[in-house]
């Protein structure tokens, strides 16, 4: 007979601090071509800088690129839309906008790295919509601090915050997206405070946690929301920032 | 509320394609807000704004008004839940 002993690993934390958002407020709005624009509007390369600072070594990390483009309808039209990651088209589509109404388009690139240009492409039916507003923020799902195949015990997600935090022209919150803690075939739901996990079972693609916005949803398209005064309006990501665990494994 | 369809179907759409997927989609779903496609999964999302779950809450607090002031405790929908 074979004694299976249990080991555990030493207590990790893991500290992830987000880089504030990069705004841009025009104070001349550019007013929308009724074409495909050959050259994007919005652009954005990934900076290492721009990265969430993470205090130790991941075995696994995804991280997923926001990009804003916003602006304005003077008559009702219809506005498109085209994400693109190093020139190649991510996602398109179309929004019909009220007249008077400003919209938000925000575009959600999942696994970007270093040097990944991020850009949307506006363009209208009519001739009087602008384009005024743009940002940017990158976010960090799936990690993943021990290998695969290790049961978490605990996992604790401590410190959960809310990113992106916009401030420049009338940002509104649209909506906040939970994290989910994925476990074994499923999720162990959709959390948007701390988590408490006795014992998890992470199977390692989905990583410990998974944010909702970019991720679970909304991976690699974008969301367009629209407002008589309300611009950016947009969803944001619960975000743990403060993660201890023990990784239990036998031998 | 918003649907998503897998198209099987992975192709990059050039402007012209785009506003000819617009007008077909406009045509034949007529509270259509907006759309999303992605060439890299062949998906597209269908866009029908708050509209829809407004007219549900709207429903819901029709409802509510209807119990005379009885506290609803929970609504199910598929397999969503609401709870108050």
């Not at chain 1, 407020?25 to 495909?36: A, F, K």
């Not at chain 1, 624009?37 to 390369?45: D, E, G, I, K, N």
């Not at chain 1, 900076?47 to 600072?53: A, K, R, T």
């Not at chain 1, 809310?162 to 420049?168: F, G, K, N, S, Y």
Request: glycine content about 6%.
């Amino acid at each position: 007979m074979v004694i299976m002993t249990p080991d555990y690993s030493a207590l990790k934390f893991l500290s992830v601090t987000y880089q504030p958002p990069q705004e841009t407020l025009l104070v001349t709005p550019i007013t929308l071509p009724t074409s495909e624009p050959a050259v994007p509007q919005v652009s954005y390369t990934v900076m290492s800088g721009d990265l969430p600072s993470i205090n130790i070594s991941l075995y696994q990390k995804k991280y997923i690129g926001i990009v804003f483009g916003a602006g304005q309808f003077i008559t009702a039209g219809t506005l498109y839309w085209r994400m693109e990651k190093n020139g190649v088209s991510v996602a398109t589509g179309s929004t019909a906008i009220t007249v008077n109404y400003r919209y938000t388009v925000q575009a959600n690139f999942f696994n970007v790295t270093v040097n990944d240009v991020l850009e949307i492409a506006l363009w209208s039916s009519v001739t009087d919509s602008n384009y005024y507003y743009k940002a940017y923020q990158i976010h960090l799902t799936r990690p993943l601090i021990f290998e695969p195949y290790w049961i978490m015990k605990p996992l604790e997600l401590l410190i959960i915050q809310e990113h992106p935090v916009l401030t420049l022209g009338s940002p509104f919150v649209a909506g906040r997206r939970g994290y989910t803690i994925p476990h074994l075939d499923y999720s162990m739901g959709r959390f948007t405070g701390e988590f408490y996990g006795d014992a998890t079972f992470p199977k390692g693609v989905l990583g410990m946690y998974q944010l909702g916005q970019g991720d679970e949803v909304n991976m690699d398209t974008a969301v367009v929301t629209q407002h008589a005064t309300r611009c950016p309006l947009y969803n944001r990501n619960y975000t743990p920032t403060w993660t201890r665990c023990k990784a239990l494994w036998v031998k | 509320m918003n649907i998503t369809i897998d198209l099987a179907k992975k192709q990059d759409l050039t402007d012209t394609q785009i506003r000819a997927l617009d007008s077909k989609l406009r045509t034949r779903i007529t509270n259509l807000i907006g759309w999303a496609y992605s060439p890299l999964t062949g998906f597209l999302t269908l866009d029908f704004s708050d509209t829809e779950d407004n007219n549900m809450m709207n429903r819901l607090n029709d409802w509510m008004n209807k119990a005379e002031g009885k506290r609803l405790i929970r609504f199910e929908f598929l397999e969503m839940i609401k709870k108050w």
